[in-house]
């Protein structure tokens, strides 16, 4: 299993990115998929959920409005849209496979998003 984060970088609040996830080394269409954040000197704090098929999300109150999960099936990829990014935004951003718990089995290497001025 692999999953690989892009799409990251610096941006202006207000600004918007677009985060990937490629997916490789299982069935990603069998999967529910997650995107988790982790900010420097907290914990890791839950952003955004996917069902198999991209029929149903799910999101964090303090992403609600503002960030949108999707998902192509036949290209194993998970996306991740900010709009309106804050600075509390800036976060190391994960994908991560949801496995029955709910709970994550796998996880990317993350990358980074910075919201300053």
């Known amino acids: 299993v692999q999953l690989v984060e892009s799409g990251g970088g610096m941006v202006q609040p207000g600004g918007s990115l677009r985060l990937s996830c490629a997916a490789s080394g299982f069935t990603f269409s069998s999967y529910d998929m997650s995107w988790v954040r982790q900010a420097p000197g907290k914990g890791p704090e839950w952003v955004s959920t996917i069902n198999t098929g991209g029929g149903s999300t799910y999101y964090a109150d303090s992403v609600k409005g503002r960030f949108t999960i999707s998902r192509d099936n036949a290209k194993n990829t998970l996306y991740l849209q900010m709009n309106s990014l804050k600075p509390e935004d800036t976060a190391l951003y994960y994908c991560?496979?949801?496995?029955?718990?709910?709970?994550?089995?796998?996880w990317g290497q993350g990358t980074q998003v910075t919201v300053s001025s």
């Open positions: 991560a496979r949801v496995v029955v718990g709910p709970r994550y089995d796998y």
